[in-house]
């Protein structure tokens, strides 16, 4: 759809992150490369084998962190965190703080034509949500009583405990309480769904079924249970030596993913309209993709999939390789993904006469889920506004089974365009691609 006359520009921007909660704070911090990895503190120590995690501890879901909010929409928010998961405020409040940034006031827009497209993960419920209601069911020597819960566990439940876990909440909460009447869509695609809402917004513009679309993504991969899994099914960072050193995307010496937590936002708005009402213009968005590939035994074909991906961007946008500014990579710091996503990339951009440049913000912060792909693209967003890029974190040892181009120089320009990827571990690719404006 790269050919429709409406285009699409990103008009504010906003983050909660372990590297602080401001986008400039944001680049200070993978500028001059600060990690926001340490301990992890969201467990108990011996729970799970994971020693290091990236938290937002800046964000405490008061009502403070929600940005700049006018009485009414600051009494609706307070009321409305009692039926918030942590993953929803968190994203909630880049959101919020993504409008101020735009300086979009909701209530001077064309409600109708406003929409919402948010990407999620799977949220899970904290067992401490059921702690009362198992204790009513335990008979005299401490063991559950399956018989007992209908009636007496099931009560002391809160009757709306479920919705703090849906995932399509964010963007239910962020319509009402903005007054936004617009298309409204939530994605649960894991660490492809950022970049899955925003080409989702895109298109819904650019067809003209709405002309501004509040953009976001909220995850994590701290919540223990998520812990469980991760520990279950994917290779995480060993625990030796300093947590700031634990991501290491591409290095030889990578061990596994740092689990953190965080969100973005964005806001989409029809070019021609934000011009005339004056807005900041980041960048302009030129065209989104997917990819989903498995083989016959259900396994996740990784490589294939990227490599889907960031040929159908290209192809969408209608750029040659070598006319791409800089790559944001998915770079998640495991043996097994990051030897893929190298391939990828080569197999696409290794004919360019220079090699592309790749950047990957979770050696600073590590996988937040959902969360990581908006992050990863405000980053971008902001090196092309500094016309630079920041260095990769812990990068030192080149691996021969990653031969890209990784930036370690935080002098080393960020060009004109970019290409941000994505992946999940069952195969779900996506890819963005943003070029400057003006």
Known sequence: MSSAARRVAVTGMAIVSPLGDTKKALWDALSAGRSGVGRLTTVPSGVVPVKFGADAAGFRGKIDDFGPLDKDRKKAIRKGLKVMCRECQMGIAAAQKALVDADFAPAEANRERTGITFGAEYMLTLPEEFIESIKQCLDAEGQFEFDRWAKEGMP???PLWLLKYLPNMPASHLAIFNDLRGPNNSLTLREAASNAAVGEAYQTIIRGSADAILTGATGTRLHPMKLIHAVQQEELANGEGEPTRASRPFDRDRTGMVP????????????????????????????????????????????????????????????????????????????????????????VFGNRKDPIPVVAAKSSFGNLGAGSGMVELIASLMALKEERLFPVLNYENPDPQCPINVVTDAQATAGESFVTLNVTPQGQATAVMIRGYG
């Open 156 to 158: 002391k439940m809160s």
């Open 260 to 347: 953190g937590e965080g969100a973005g936002a964005i806001m989409l708005e029809e070019l021609a309209i934000a011009e005339a009402r004056g807005a900041t213009i980041y960048g302009e968005i030129v065209a989104g993709s997917s990819s989903s590939t498995i083989g016959r035994r259900l396994v996740a074909r990784r490589e294939k999939a990227m490599t889907n991906a960031l040929q159908a961007v290209l192809e969408a946008a209608g750029y040659a390789a070598d006319e791409v500014g800089h790559l944001h990579a998915h770079g998640l710091s495991t043996r097994t993904c990051d030897a893929e996503e190298a391939r990828a990339i080569n197999n």
